[in-house]
């Protein structure tokens, strides 16, 4: 059982930046595979970016691959998306969220715990 905050969506500029935080309480984040969703109005939800149990490995969304950077702090019980070169195209509602499969996966149904979503807004 856990449960998880996100924070820190904003309105920005093409070509800024924004980074994302994920808290999480209620049971230790690493023992998750951990990931980021997002979902614009009028589009299906899509996969974004995910860290692994072990925090070893990564993967990402082919849009945002190179702009986009997750990482988790252990001691702060925390996933993190930083997010660069921001478009407009990434306007979305962002969702952190973390499975109890310790594979990993970028499908949604996978996951089993969710934020509350942070709005990212990227003005051109």
């Known amino acids: 059982q856990v449960q998880l905050v996100d924070s820190g969506g904003g309105l920005v500029q093409a070509g800024d930046s924004l980074r994302l935080s994920c808290a999480a309480s209620g049971s230790t984040i690493s023992g998750y595979s951990t990931g980021w969703f997002r979902q614009a109005p009028g589009k299906e939800r899509e996969f974004v970016a995910r860290?692994?149990?072990?925090?070893?490995?990564?993967n990402y969304a082919d849009s945002v691959k190179g702009r986009f950077t997750i990482s988790r702090d252990n001691a702060k019980n925390t996933v993190y998306l930083q997010m660069n070169s921001l478009k407009p195209d990434d306007t979305a509602l962002y969702y952190c969220?973390?499975?109890?499969?310790?594979?990993?996966?970028?499908?949604?149904?996978?996951?089993?715990?969710w934020g509350q979503g942070t709005q990212v807004t990227v003005s051109s």
């Open positions: 860290i692994s149990w072990s925090g070893t490995r990564r």
């Open positions: 969220a973390a499975s109890t499969d310790l594979t990993g996966s970028d499908l949604s149904s996978a996951y089993t715990y």
